[in-house]
């Protein structure tokens, strides 16, 4: 018997969208509760967040600029947890890239999935904490060779085969910048993710606009993650200026639902409009007599021509005619029947 496997990226609809608010709270507390709810507004699958303190990410001693910006920008404890209770009161998941492995331990209960951003990448020690909750993750894949990607889907297997074999893990093309030029944002390796690896596969933004977001739809991403504010303008923080507002990602995901209905079913079948209107029979051709032709008249090409509408003998036939006797004569234009021929 066929396993079932789950569907843990299923977004609302069809593509499992991501408001990316991170840092862009900038430590204020009622900023990022104000983001919350104007992202679950926007109908984002999920609002994500940052969990980290200045001290368990940068090295204070090698780095002191980047541990004062990232002291600033933290949140409580207690303040991640009503963060994550009002995504839940407002209809949203709740999502996080935990940089601070003590995190886990509070916040797991209110988590369906991981993210691993991309400077986390080759940090397997990290990366194995995630694995034993056995929560779906998402990785995203910015400053990342293609043979660090295979080592860490390799990593992930060898530690926890489900993560594969259910397809628990997903892959996001990125870019690590803010922004990025357009010709940085390579969506085509969307598709080397989906030829190599057979998991979920999306697109985290960088760029300004929603063109990126757009295309990746088209190209089939399953995922979209993307940097979420309530308005770039006055803002001096980098990520606002990759940022969507709520009205323009809830544009998007109309624009999701319409590429949606426009890729329809893969059976290749006329469509209820096409039979319907009747155009089966109207637009296609069928065989006829370029003139009259007596009974036992043996047909040649120059006897047949095809027009529309399809009555009788379809077009696709006319070769079969040729060499055939008639059993009686027809007239010009007369609509055709296999049974007048032996």
Known sequence: MKKIIKKNFQGKNGVYVIAEIGGNHEGDFEYAKYLTKLAAQSGADAVKFQIYTGGTLVNKKYDPKRYKHFKKFQLKKHEYIELAILCKK????????????????YIDNYIQIYKIGSGDLTSYNLIKKFLKTSKPII???GLAKFKEVKEVINFINSTDPNYINEKKIA??????????????????????????????VGYSDHT????????????????????FTDSRENKS?????????????????????????????SIKKPTLSEENNNHVQSFRRAIYPVKNLPRGHIIKEKDL????????????????????KLNRS???????SFNLFK
């Open 90 to 105: 407002l209809g949203t998941n709740f999502m996080a890239s935990v940089w601070d492995l003590d995190a886990i331990s």
């Open 139 to 141: 990785i995203s894949t």
């Open 171 to 200: 892959l996001l093309q990125c870019t690590s910048m803010y922004p990025i030029p357009d010709k940085d944002a390579n969506l085509n390796v969307i598709n080397l993710y989906k030829e190599k690896f057979d998991i979920n």
């Open 208 to 227: 300004e606009g929603s063109l990126a977001i757009e295309v990746a739809v088209a190209m089939g991403a399953e995922i979209i993650e993307v940097h």
């Open 237 to 265: 923080f980098r990520d606002h200026k990759v940022s969507l507002t709520k009205d323009e990602l809830k544009k998007f995901i109309r624009y999701i639902k319409k590429v949606k209905t426009l890729k329809g079913s």
């Open 305 to 324: 021509v095809t027009r529309r509408p399809v009555k009788g003998i379809s077009a696709n036939n006319y070769y079969k005619l040729i060499g055939l």
């Open 330 to 336: 027809v007239k010009k234009n007369e609509y055709l």
